[in-house]
Every structure is written in structure tokens, then in C-alpha cells.
């Protein structure tokens, strides 16, 4: 394939994210194929023509079934809220795209089985929107625990907090729906919690848990009232992993101060690793080697030596952004395109990250543990 | 009461502790009654004789009832091993002394409550070793939470982690069989999660958990070979309190790393407080106050605005240490002996903590929800 | 005018990170003009063939002067090393193009200004790569302080440091060559720093400084000996402002473990602000401001309240990288082009960082006060 | 000497700091000869009186010169104001006594000098209240240095910043007077400054510096009108050490937020080391070994690794605190008298710390370099 026609839905925050990451993924990491950003979808169409240019498509799009079924695209982008993901990406499938779809893959398991299925008919290329496991810092964390540098894995302590639904005062929206959001923190943080410990930790075998809606009802916008919040704001869940380690995974939509709050220890017989996407660009490690009067947490920054740090920077410390991991994650979906493998957090990875924020849903509903 | 006679039992880590506790209550703090430092009780004898002298008491003692016996002794300290709490603090009490114990409080929640009884029955004054609530940046946390700084408290995350048992290679202790240490990290630092907690959170009403044995044996010492663990190394809960509230408990003896970290974040509906004891003269706070882009967490210096601080030093920053947090508990103690009024954490307060952690050990092993 | 015309010369480390910005500046930032990447330039011309496709231009070409003479170019990016800067500078504006060009202008304050004056005569937009005062961290610390959140300014306390040459066992490099790097850490990175106290202070008036070559000669790369270094490891000036404000600015090439450590203290009659890149989308704030007890460092993540971070991300705390920041400094380029007027760090106030360095090394040579 | 008889003139801040040192020293340290508290003198008497029983001394005195002479006390304590030590602190050595008097020194050099005779002439132990080069964490950045830890030492940045004066509307007091305090922020902080450079850096050979009144006057606390303040609020100094190596020491009694921050950078050719004392128990090192990927800045926590931690508490990172220092010092007191050898920071010692604060306060009134 000489050139990848794309095209995108949405024109949100992961819409841009998108179409910026399509574009650089080729100057910053040399990826092939190259890419041709053919059209951008949205409604109205007034949205996507205003922005189509100033993102580099060549056409802007109202109709997102036309789109999938443009022969000059072979790639669709779906940023779309939640509810839409599995229509538009099973469609898109069957059309003969290839598909990268932002996460959490659906409201419901059954959805996002019958994505699996599509990918697996078609036999495209699909990929899931977990930026934060392409961080070098997390990479060079499994890197580490991999090869022995903190011992034997015993704990996972997780957290994943933002404060985008703490403020009392904030207006209902689609968020808090069940059938346009399906899962609250879950769906939306607690599944990038799940992706980052599926890469330190491997499967988890069964859990406890518990969940907590913390503010009931919320304002209408139109001030008409007040609406409930079917979903919940918060989640704790207690976990057993198959390498017999044990771990916690603390999830809240309300943690005031908390902006991209995400990360992890990991506790082994050796030593420690910390990483938390807050100071994306640092890594936490403890060894217990060398005298005890000189042991301490390493606080080690980003560079060259994290691959594929250098790409962007030969210059340690220099530090990347949140955009720049969406641009590590669309050159490993075009090489995935390339080569006919399945990248990290295909369709079928992602929905083992579905099956568990479900069994931590389910696990709080009906107070039990729940195996995986 | 002009002075007050002391007897101490035990020499270790925690017996120094109360040494220096009682002989600076009164020139630090100005606390009433003064201090007398009778005797100092430990076998075999000579060690007790050692140190007397260097710690200021009068005399040594190897027999703990004779000391219990002598007139000239108003109260005692108990920092024995776990299994002789219950037995000398009831001898003590029934002898008409006020007792002032290590924790954990007992082996079991039934020598915990024949404590509680016996110190009904004396009339005594009582106070666990909760030293940490002392703290005045924690006292200071719950100032703010109580005034209502961060609104209406809804997540609390809690954890205590230290490295003292994540050698694989320690060689097996008392630390790590029922009969002597009865529950392991639970009791030995869980204890002081629990007694945080409930300044800032107040009672617990259940709880789910899951507990750990990282080690399952340990070398004996002198090599003979290996011995079995019989507690826990680690714990996690998810606790619902009485006031709505959801939260984490976390609780190691074997990460790598941590050497005193035992702190919490409570999530309010307005803000968050952030504490942890390795910094232990930081506190953190954010208020959803001031313009967006002016918010942050805030790292207060802990000084003479944070009572008792000032009596140690009255500039800023200057910082307390470990020691100067069991002399404000010595001065509590102190205070209720003088006063006749229950101090934080008598044996009835304490009796909470043992309910709470056996409770977090029976929802472990039963792999249920338990009520408290 | 419709696009703008864009050549390229070098394409080392800022090669690169000007190209993504020149591509970039449109698509986040709605920049105009449009960008069209017309040449890339570098030797040997194969170097430029294999990179131009990759970063998106049109052509490639190995001699600096062709791609001056070329019509369809608008503008020029010099990144090339710093004895060639004022040369190259020079000729393309007098081939009538605006000129980006990395810092340090050039080797001596005589090129500087010849720069300067070959901008004025040709009436063409100028800036110099001074991109960490793009950072959105700093210009809100630029904003606090200018509203007098932290009330009268007087001290400054900077500092640059980064360990590129810390090793004494690094090879010598052209960096250490008076005639082709002209000044060491002061030309490198204590312009950035000088950069950055413009914006915060204002101009100094006066200083006393030091300066320091730690290794004095290198081992030659081919293994033939050793040579020279000629120019500095390290400087420390103590400056006076003309707000009647002192401060002191630390620079080195050679502080282990700095990667990109470049910020500041900015001490005022009321509070703090502190900026350091090396947590690049953080700011620290102290005000003398609400109860003695509650006042602390606020720790401020960068967030769409600190304009233009809402064009790269809507959501707070998600961090801007390294190349976002000359992505900016592009994008105010191109605004200055479209407008006419002078941006941030044209020629002629550039100069003003050359006469300040160089002032620095007047100083320490000669062992006194040098006025600006 | 079975015990030494201690006398302590003075009784605000420094003086429960000696009176709880002199207390402590033998129980915590099992410090030698055992200490006897015969007698606490202040003026009024009164205030002597009622701190005398808290703090442990048989009888308060109001005249400084009887207790002098009293024959029951052989070391005396000196806590006064600045203007007073040299007095004092000569009168104790003529009378026999041994000295301990806290910093800075006296007033002038000249004053110093004398107080150095004076203990040559009595052949006693002397010393000044240097408590923070006693930190465990400051003394193991020596050993580190001194082992070659971060190889040859090249560059030491040193701060002391507090915010005690940083109240443009505080009231006028002593510290603002030549002839009470001497210097300002220099002779209060900057002498603490000096004495840690010692331990880490050896001798100052030269130094260029500048210094600042940011507040020329101060409102008096009648009301009655402003004064002048005749002292200096901050100042700064470019130093070379006698090893070769160059430096920087920023001082400010004017630093808003700052309570106790004292520490410093020690750049070397192997690594670095850093310390501040507002964190007192932690100390960073960064060394250029093993793997790049894993190279970084590691936090120590003290603990029984660092002598004499383990004698407060057995736990490592369990934190001292600002007295204990002071305790550690005592006991180092207590060995020199009972050895008959030198501490650190006898009086002949001391006075090189007060030659570089007036080589400073000097080289910043002549605008010229000072050499040592």
C-alpha cells in the first residue's frame, strides 16, 4: 500500500487527537503506510467544513455511512460518543475498513463482542484508543518488571482520577445517561486504569468491588430542573491477579485536584515501580540493591533511552505531551495495517478491558466476587 | 496529684519511645501532673539495669508484677510483644494503675474487650500507642474537614506501607506466628490506618477485603531451615462509612521502598486534604476556590498555626519528628490522668480498631461483606 | 497571502522539531498562513532526499544559497550550527525572506547586530527559537506577577542546567570551539534562561558573574589525543534589574542528572511564583494571602485556563511536550507575518539575550561589574 | 566528671531548644558526663522562674554575671540576642566555664576574634549553634563526597530562604539594627549557609557578592512612626572554593513561603548530591551508573543508616526533627568537654563562618571581589 485514505468521525477532543496523530505519525516516526486524510464526518456539516481544512482533509462529510463507504478511504477514526461506537465500527468492518475506535469500546459486553466478531469477519486492522499504555515511561515500567528489576510481582495499588464531574453544580449531560454512556468513571477512566495494568500485571482472575454514585441527580442545563445520574461517579475494586498477585484499583469521575491522575505501583520482592500520567515524562523505581544508606526511589525522567522517545526529542528530559502518545499509537495501528498483525488493544484485547470494568460493576451490584 | 510515679516495661524501640515521651511532656509541653521515672522493668534484669540510668528512672525491675505492685508507681507502660498486652494491662488496671499501652491493642477482639472491662472496673485512666493521631498536620486535616474546607467528605483512600518484611530472605520472627503477634500488617500498622481514619471519617459500617501472605515461609535464624507465616503481609478493604462515604484501606509490611508511609486523601465535595506521615510535617489541600487557573493542591509547612507545634518551636517549617509525636501523647495522657476525662484513644476508643481490623481479616478469609 | 513558502535549512534535533512545527501550527492552532513546506536542505543532499518525504516537503536540496534564491519560498528555519547562523540569516533576508532562526543568534554581539540591521533594512518578519517562553506555565507566571498577584518584585533567582556535557569522558565536539560555538553554556542554555527573565523582570542593568570550564580539554573521537575545550562548562552571574529588583542566574552544562532544568524563583512583596521545564506544565504559587494555617506552595497544572494549552487539549493536567511549545512559537511567527508587526524574540530584541551573555563573560573575565 | 553543671542564660526560642538538648542528650544518646540543670536566668526574673521547674532546672537567676560565677555550673549556655554573646560568652571562659553559644557569633569579626582568645586563654570547650550540619542526612552527603560518590566536586549551589521578614507591614525590631544584630539576613541565616558549605566544600578562597534592603524601613509597633532597617534582607555571592571549585549562595530573610530552606546542589564529576533541610530527612543523589534507562535523581529517607538516627528510633523514615538536631549537637558538646578535644564548630571554627558573612556583606559594599 502506497498511501492510506482516512477518514474521521467526530470532531471533539479525540477528534482532533485523531487527525493530529494521523499527520504526524509519518514525520515524527517514519511510520508506513503514509497517510492521505481524505474526509472529515461530522454533524452539522457547517462543523466539519470549518475544520476540515485547518486539520488537512481534503473534504468534509455529514453522513457518516457515506464516509465508510467512500472507496478512496480504507481507515475510519470513530470519536463519537459512546453509544455509537459498536454501529459505526461494525459497519464500518463490514465495509472493509480498518477501524480505531475510541475507547471504552461500548456500553455493553454484548456490544462489544459483536465488534470482535465483525473484526474478526473482516479480517481489518482494528485498534482501540488506549493512548496512555504507548507512554514510554510505562513501556520501559513493563520493560523493567519483565526483566526482573523489582523481583517477583506481589501488589498492584491502581488509581485513575479526574475531577471533570466533581463540581456539585455541574450540569447534567449525556454522560450521566445509561444508554449514551453506559458505565460513568468505569467506561470512561476506569478503562485506561485497565489497559495500563493489563501490560504490568497480566489477567486478572477475580475481584470484589465496590461503586458509588456520588452526586444523584444533577441541574439541566435549560435550568428545568434536575436530572438523575444513572451511573456512577466512583469505583474500588479489590483484585486477584493470575500470577497470584493481589491488588486495588481506585476509580473517581469527583476527585477534586485530580486532572490526568492515572497510574500505578507495582510492589515486588526487590523493589517498587511508580508511574503516574500526571508527571507523564517520570518513573518511580526502587531496587533493594547497593548499601541500605544509599537506597531510595529513583525518580527517572524520559529520554532516548525509552524508545520512542528519541523520535521526537534526542534530548532527555525535554519531556513529551498527551498528543504525542496518540501519534505513538496511530504509527503502531498503520504498522499494524502494514504488516497484517493485530497491534496492542485490537478489538479482541479491548474486550477483555470491557469484561472487567462489567465485573467490577457487577461485583458492586450484586456485593460478591465476581471471576473473570 | 503533685507528681506522678512511672513504671515502664519493656526496652525496645517503643520502650525508649515512652522513655523520652514521659521525662519531655512537662518541659515541652508544660503538662501537669510532673513526671516521676520509677522504674524500668525488662528481663533479663541486666538490661533493665542498663538502661535505667540513661533514661532517667530511679531503679530496674525484671518481675512486671512487682512492678504493677509497688505503691510508688501511678502508672504504667506497657511495650511488651502484642501477646502480653491484655494480661498486664488487666494486672495493672486491677491494681489501680493507669495503663498506657502499645498497640495493637490484644491478640484477639475478646482480650481487646476484657481490657475495655478491666479498665471500666478500675476507673483508670487508659490510652493506646496511637501516636500518628497526634500529628498536627493530621490533627489539622481534621479541622478543616470538620469547618467544612473541602465540603461534604466523600471518598477517603488510606494506606500504610513499609519494607520491614518484604525481604524474602528476613529470617522468620515472633512477627510472623498467631499466637504471639496474632493478625500481621493489619495489626502491627493497619492499626494506625484505622485510628487516622476515624479522625477524619469517623465509624465504619462495612467493609469487603482481601488479605495476602506474600512469604509463606521464612528462614529460621540459626538455620535449621524454614517456618511458616502465619499472618498476613498484606490487606486491602473497601469500607463504606457511616456518614455515606466509600473508600480504600491498603496495607503492606512488604513494599519495597516505603519506610513510614501511612496517610490518606479525602475526596469532599468542594476539595481534598492529602496527608501521609514520611512527609509527616506536610499537609496538602485543594479548594475549588479562586480562578480555574490559579487552582492547585497547596503544600503546607506544618508550624506554630498547627497546635501543639509551636511549643516545640515557634518558627515554621522547622519540623517535628517522630519522637515529638509521643510526647504530645505522653501530654494527653497526662491531661486525662489529671482531668479525669477520657483522652483519644482509650482502651474503649481502641477496642473500635481491634473490631475494625479483625473485621477486614474475617471478610478476608470469608469472602463476604461483614458489617461492624 | 494565501500560503507561505517554506525552506528549511539543517535537519538535526531542531530540524526536526522546526519542520513538525511548521506542519503543525495550522492544524492546532488555526494559524495563518497556510504552510506550504517547499525545501528541505541540508548535506549531503542524500541526507535531505531521505528526511524531505518523511517531514512533508516537496524537495530537497543540498545548497543553502539555491534555497534562499528560490521564489516560492517565503520564509526560511536556520537550525544549522551557530557559526553559520548570522551568514545564512543575513543572506535571506536579503533575498527577501522572513527569517526563524535558533538561538544563540551567533557567535559574536558584531553578528548580532549585522543581523539585526539586515532585518530592519529588509522590513521582514524575524524570530529567534526561543521556544520555553511559549510555554503557557510561564507566560501565566508573566501574567500573575504583571497583576501584581505576588506584589512588588525583588529577587530573581534562575537557573539552567543539563548534564549534555558532564562527563568528563565525553568526546570533544565543535560545541567546545570558540570559533564555532562562540560562548559554551551561556550561548547553549543560559540564553534560554535570559529568555526567560525577560519576560518575568524585565532588563538588568548590571551584573558581577563568574564563570568556569570544568574539563578543560576532551578526548578527540578518533582517539588522537586530546584537545582543548575553549569556551565555558559554567557561569553564575549576580544581576541587577532596572525594576530595582537583584537576582542571581546559575547556568551549566555539566549538573548530572539535569535534563532540562531551566526555570526560576520569582520572590515579590506578597508571594512566590517558581517555573521549572523540567515539569514543564506546572507552576508553583505562594501568596500571603487567607489564615497563616492554610497558606502553602499551590502546586497550578497547565490547563485550557492558560491559553493556547485548550487548543492542543481541552482537558486539564494533560501536559503539552516539548515540540508543542516551538509548535506556539511557530504559529506566533506566522501571526507575525500575516500582521506585520514584530513577535516575541525578533532580531531585535534577541539581541538584547546576546548582550546579556556576553556581558556575563565580560564579567567573569575581566573580574568586575559590567553595565548593560 | 561525674556530672556537669549546666547553667542557660536566655529563654525564648533557643533556650528550651538547649534546655530540652542539654535534657535529652544523655537519655536519647547516652551522651557522657550526665547533666545537672542548676539554673535558668532570664530578666525579668519572674520569667525565669516560671520556666525554670517545666524545664528541669533546680533555680532561676536573673543576673547573667552570678550565674557565671556560680561554682556548682560548669558549662553555660548562651541564647541571648546577638549583641550580647560576645560578652557573655567571654566572661563564662574567664570564669572558667565551659561555652556553648549560639550563632551568629557576635557582631563584628573583631568581637569573634576575641571570643577565640578567650578560649585559647581558658583551655575549655567551646562551641556555636550550628544544629544543622548535626543532621544525619547533611553528614552523609559529606561521607558520600568524601568517598568519591559523585567524584571530583566541580560546582555548589547554595540557598538559605525564609520568610520571617517578608511582611512589608511587620513591625520594626532589633533584627533591623546594626549595633543589636549586626548583619541581617547574613548573620541570622546565611552564617547557617556557611557552616553546611564547610562540611561539603572546605575553605572559601575568594567571592564577589551584592546585597539588598528590600525594605528600608519598618512601621514601629507604637505606631509612634518607621524606622530605618540598617541591615540586609538578602543577599548573594559567587564563590570559589579552595578545591577549585566555583559556587553560589542565595540568601533571604524576604522569601515569601520559604520556612526553613537551607540545602544545597553539589554538582560533581561522577553525579550529584542534594539536600534542603525544609524535607530534613531526605537526601538526593543522582550518580552516572548503570544503565541510562535507569539513571535518576534517588530519594534517601534517613534512617539507622545514618548515625545517629538509629539512637531515636529504630525504623528507618520515621523522621527526626528540628530539636533533635539540637540534641545531637549537645551530645557532641558533651563529648568534647568530657574528651577534652574540639568539636565542630568550636569557637575557632565558628569564626571562619563569621569572615566569609562579613567577606560578603563586604565584597557587595565595595563592589569588588574579597579573597579570604
Known amino acids: 500500500m502506497q498511501t492510506l485514505g482516512v477518514g474521521l468521525i467526530g470532531t471533539g477532543f479525540m477528534g482532533k487527537c485523531h487527525a493530529l496523530a494521523w499527520a504526524n505519525a509519518g514525520p515524527v516516526l517514519g511510520a508506513h503506510p503514509r497517510v492521505r486524510l481524505v474526509a472529515l464526518c461530522d454533524t452539522p456539516l457547517e462543523r466539519a467544513e470549518a475544520l476540515a481544512p485547518q486539520w488537512g482533509f481534503e473534504r ?7 464516509l465508510i463507504a467512500d472507496p478512496a478511504i480504507d481507515a475510519i477514526s470513530i470519536t463519537t460518543p459512546n453509544r455509537l461506537h459498536a454501529e459505526m465500527a461494525i459497519a464500518a468492518l463490514q465495509a472493509g475498513k480498518h477501524v480505531w475506535c475510541e475507547k471504552p469500546m461500548a456500553l455493553t459486553e454484548a456490544e462489544a463482542e459483536a465488534m470482535v466478531a465483525a473484526a474478526k469477519a473482516a479480517g481489518k486492522a482494528t485498534m482501540l484508543g488506549y493512548n496512555y499504555i504507548r507512554n514510554p515511561a510505562h513501556q520501559h515500567a513493563i520493560k523493567l518488571i519483565s526483566e526482573g528489576a523489582i523481583g517477583r510481582v506481589i501488589q498492584f495499588r491502581g488509581w485513575v482520577e479526574e475531577d471533570y464531574q466533581a463540581d456539585p453544580d455541574l450540569a447534567w449531560s449525556w454522560r450521566a445517561k445509561l444508554a449514551e454512556a453506559g458505565l460513568g468513571a468505569l467506561g470512561d477512566i476506569g478503562s485506561h486504569l485497565v489497559s495500563l495494568s ?7 482472575e477475580s475481584l470484589i468491588a465496590d461503586m458509588q454514585t456520588v452526586y444523584e441527580t444533577r441541574p439541566l442545563a435549560d435550568g428545568s430542573g434536575r436530572a438523575a445520574v444513572e451511573n456512577e461517579d466512583a469505583a474500588t475494586a479489590v483484585v486477584r491477579f493470575a500470577n497470584g498477585a493481589q491488588g486495588s484499583m481506585v476509580i473517581s469521575r469527583a476527585a477534586w485536584g485530580r486532572k490526568s491522575r492515572l497510574g ?24 533493594n540493591r547497593g548499601p541500605k544508606a544509599e537506597q ?17 526529542c534526542p534530548a532527555p528530559g525535554h519531556q513529551l ?24 488493544m485490537d478489538f479482541a484485547e479491548g474486550l477483555y478491558v470491557e469484561r472487567v470494568i462489567h465485573a467490577i460493576a457487577q461485583s458492586a451490584r450484586e456485593d460478591r466476587r465476581v471471576t473473570l
Not at 468534509?60 to 457515506?66: K, S
Not at 531510595?296 to 521526537?312: M, N, S, V
Open 296 to 312: 531510595g526511589f529513583r525518580t527517572i525522567l524520559t529520554g532516548p533511552a525509552h524508545p520512542p522517545y528519541g523520535e521526537f
Open 264 to 287: 500505578y505501583e507495582v510492589h515486588g520482592s526487590e523493589g517498587m515501580v511508580i508511574f503516574d500520567q500526571e508527571r507523564m515524562n517520570e518513573l518511580q523505581l526502587y531496587q
Open 60 to 66: 468534509a462529510e455529514a453522513d457518516w455511512r457515506a
Open 198 to 204: 493489563m501490560g504490568v500485571m497480566g489477567p486478572i
Open 321 to 344: 505531551g498527551f498528543n504525542d502518545l496518540k501519534v505513538i499509537e496511530a504509527a503502531e495501528f498503520l504498522a499494524s495495517i502494514q504488516s497484517g498483525s493485530p497491534c496492542k
